[in-house]
């Protein structure tokens, strides 16, 4: 995978190519606005309060709190890119401990363009402020790691490398605003409530818990707009199931960039092993542009 190196603020900013070289401006956009919320099935007639007394928006909200007391979950990922009339997916999966911020996802990239070999699949170690890749490309050596400070990153690592941190889409989800309910539906066999909204990623940056800020805030510099449309499913223990979120960006050409990054969850309390890697093993050579 090779790594375009952009700057902002004379600082370093390693962008994933096999997400950009396919990502192109495309028509992606939140659904049209949904009924009120006190019209849906699952709430009351007052101001669309869930059956407790929360509002959707303050479900939406408590995401993150919720997957931290569940401590760990099976993780899927799929990042989908537009270039002319073609789609892209970047699909990962692996597993996240909430509690120590930490995840390991294998993300498999697609075909190049014009051709034909696959890439290897490249390993991805989530942990805040930082992302450690393995097999990533770029003149880098089979058995090295490379280390990204996600807090240089222009977009705050939420689509670099082609998957979007789970307990970072669940942080952005602090800044929850314009929550409608869509109603029930089903994900992976399990009965879920579907919510739409907005997240504002300066907000965010804001109010999310200490280890999510710093690259937030730079997300919150980099994107196009601060905010990003969601769509988030939750089951009925109020944990975030599936999430999609609706980013938007300019990239070098100045021409404006959708991606949609969707996170989905199961298998809550799996056991979850994720190891640094030793200092010895990161890769500090020149990575080919």
């Given at each position: 995978?090779v790594?375009?190196?952009?700057?902002?603020?004379?600082?370093?900013?390693?962008?994933?190519?096999?997400?950009?070289?396919?990502?192109?401006?495309?028509?992606?956009?939140?659904?049209?606005?949904?009924?009120?919320?006190?019209?849906?099935?699952?709430?009351?007639?007052?101001h669309?309060?869930l059956?407790?007394?929360?509002?959707?928006?303050?479900?939406?909200?408590?995401?993150?709190?919720?997957l931290?007391?569940a401590?760990s979950?099976?993780?899927?990922?799929a990042?989908?890119?537009?270039?002319?009339?073609?789609?892209?997916t970047?699909?990962?999966?692996?597993?996240?401990?909430?509690?120590?911020?930490?995840?390991?996802?294998?993300?498999?990239?697609?075909?190049?363009?014009?051709?034909?070999?696959?890439?290897?699949?490249?390993?991805?170690?989530?942990?805040?402020?930082?992302?450690?890749?393995?097999?990533?490309?770029?003149?880098?050596?089979?058995?090295?790691?490379?280390?990204?400070?996600?807090?240089?990153?222009?977009?705050?690592?939420?689509?670099?490398?082609?998957?979007?941190?789970?307990?970072?889409?669940?942080?952005?989800?602090?800044?929850?605003?314009?929550?409608?309910?869509?109603?029930?539906?089903?994900?992976?066999?399990?009965?879920?409530?579907?919510?739409?909204?907005?997240?504002?990623i300066?907000?965010?940056?804001?109010?999310?818990?200490?280890?999510?800020?710093?690259?937030?805030?730079?997300?919150?510099?980099?994107?196009?707009?601060?905010?990003?449309?969601?769509?988030?499913?939750?089951d009925?223990?109020?944990?975030?199931?599936?999430?999609?979120?609706?980013?938007?960006?300019?990239?070098?050409?100045?021409?404006?960039?959708?991606?949609?990054?969707?996170?989905?969850?199961?298998?809550?309390?799996?056991?979850?092993?994720?190891?640094?890697?030793?200092?010895?093993t990161?890769?500090?050579?020149?990575?080919?542009?």
């Amino acid at each position: 995978m090779v790594v375009q190196q952009h700057r902002r603020g004379g600082g370093k900013v390693a962008v994933a190519a096999a997400v950009l070289g396919v990502m192109a401006a495309s028509g992606c956009s939140g659904d049209g606005a949904e009924a009120a919320d006190d019209e849906r099935p699952g709430f009351g007639a007052a101001h669309g309060r869930l059956a407790d007394g929360r509002t959707p928006t303050d479900e939406v909200r408590a995401a993150a709190d919720v997957l931290l007391a569940a401590g760990s979950a099976r993780a899927r990922t799929a990042m989908e890119t537009a270039s002319g009339g073609t789609r892209v997916t970047i699909r990962g999966e692996g597993a996240y401990d909430f509690r120590r911020r930490m995840g390991r996802l294998t993300v498999v990239l697609p075909k190049d363009p014009a051709g034909t070999a696959e890439h290897r699949p490249v390993t991805e170690l989530m942990t805040p402020g930082a992302l450690y890749m393995k097999n990533r490309g770029a003149g880098v050596p089979a058995d090295k790691w490379v280390r990204i400070d996600t807090t240089t990153l222009a977009d705050g690592n939420l689509v670099t490398g082609g998957a979007t941190d789970p307990l970072a889409a669940a942080e952005l989800l602090r800044s929850a605003r314009e929550v409608t309910y869509a109603g029930e539906e089903s994900s992976d066999g399990v009965r879920v409530r579907h919510f739409r909204g907005s997240a504002d990623i300066a907000l965010a940056a804001r109010v999310a818990e200490p280890y999510a800020r710093a690259a937030l805030a730079a997300a919150a510099k980099g994107f196009a707009t601060d905010i990003v449309p969601f769509d988030a499913y939750f089951d009925d223990e109020g944990r975030l199931r599936k999430v999609r979120h609706r980013f938007s960006f300019t990239n070098g050409s100045g021409e404006t960039v959708a991606v949609s990054s969707t996170t989905t969850l199961y298998g809550f309390g799996t056991p979850v092993s994720v190891r640094l890697p030793d200092a010895r093993t990161i890769y500090a050579g020149r990575i080919r542009v």
